[in-house]
Nanobody, 124 residues
Framework: QVQLVESGGGLVQAGGSLRLSCAASGDTFSTYNMGWFRQAPRKEREFVAAIRWNGGNTYYGNSVKGRFTISRENAKNTVYLQMNSLKPDDTAVYYC?????????????????WGQGTQVTVSS
């Protein structure tokens, strides 16, 4: 099992930046692909980004491509989400998740372990 704790959320103006962190503990972090998802009020949880266990591959949702960057430091058991050019539509609770599949996956049900989430609010 792996436990995940997100941090770094907050209130930011449109056009600003935030960096989210997700610290993992428990099982060997470097064996998991990691993903970021978000959920806005009254909407389904949405895929944001994913990174392979070794950092060699990344994948992004269309709505964040070119603005968000996912990265990881296996030595620190941490995955990051750098969010630039934020928009009010990016307002949501952001979750990190862990998956031991051999391929990067983008669906909620593919991920076994989840953090509690961190709120990101972008004001216009």
């Amino acid at each position: 099992q792996v436990q995940l704790v997100e941090s770094g959320g907050g209130l930011v103006q449109a056009g600003g930046s935030l960096r989210l962190s997700c610290a993992a503990s428990g099982d060997t972090f470097s064996t998991y692909n990691m993903g970021w998802f978000r959920q806005a009020p009254r909407k389904e949880r949405e895929f944001v980004a994913a990174i392979r266990w070794n950092g060699g591959n990344t994948y992004y949702g269309n709505s964040v491509k070119g603005r968000f960057t996912i990265s990881r430091e296996n030595a620190k058991n941490t995955v990051y989400l750098q969010m630039n050019s934020l928009k009010p539509d990016d307002t949501a609770v952001y979750y990190c998740a862990a998956d031991k599949s051999v391929v990067l996956r983008t669906t909620v049900r593919a991920y076994e372990y989840w953090g509690q989430g961190t709120q990101v609010t972008v004001s216009s």
